[in-house]
C-alpha cells in the first residue's frame, strides 16, 4: 500500500496562483512510474490533470496548459504550480501515483480542495 500526503490547496481568486504538493512514503523510488494530479468537480468525472513519469515526461490536460506546471521536487514528490486560475479550476484535486509492479498498480491521496472565486 501506498499512502500520499498532499499539501496546498485553498481558496483564492481568478488570475490568482496556488501551489499542490504530494509525497509519496511507501513506493521504491525505481518502482514508480508516474504521479501527478487529478481533479474532479462536483457533478463531473475524475479527469487528469498533469502527470510526470520517472523519466520527466510531461502531460496535461489542454485546458491547463501554459497556466499549470508540473515539476519534480525530488524521486518521491511532485509539485503543482496552478497560474492564472479561473473558477471553472474549482475542484477537489487528487494526487496520483502509479507504479512499474502490480501491473501498474494506482494510488490516490484523500484530495485537497481548490476553490476560486471570480
Known amino acids: 500500500q501506498e499512502r500520499l500526503q498532499e499539501s496546498g490547496g485553498g481558496l483564492v481568486q481568478a488570475g490568482g496562483s496556488l501551489r499542490l504538493s504530494c509525497s509519496a512514503s511507501?513506493?521504491?523510488?525505481?518502482?514508480?512510474?508516474?504521479m501527478g494530479w487529478y481533479r474532479q468537480a462536483p457533478t463531473r468525472q475524475r479527469e487528469l490533470v498533469a502527470l510526470?513519469?520517472?523519466?520527466?515526461?510531461t502531460n496535461y490536460a489542454d485546458s491547463v496548459k501554459g497556466r499549470f506546471t508540473i515539476s519534480k521536487d525530488h524521486a518521491k514528490k511532485v509539485s503543482l504550480q496552478m497560474n492564472n486560475l479561473k473558477p471553472e479550476d474549482t475542484a477537489v484535486y487528487y494526487c496520483?501515483?502509479?507504479?512499474?509492479?502490480?501491473?501498474?498498480?494506482?494510488?490516490w491521496g484523500q484530495g485537497t480542495q481548490v476553490t476560486v472565486s471570480s
Open positions: 496520483y501515483l502509479r507504479r512499474i509492479s502490480g501491473s501498474g498498480s494506482e494510488y
Open positions: 511507501r513506493t521504491i523510488v525505481s518502482d514508480i512510474d508516474a
Open positions: 510526470i513519469t520517472q523519466g520527466r515526461t
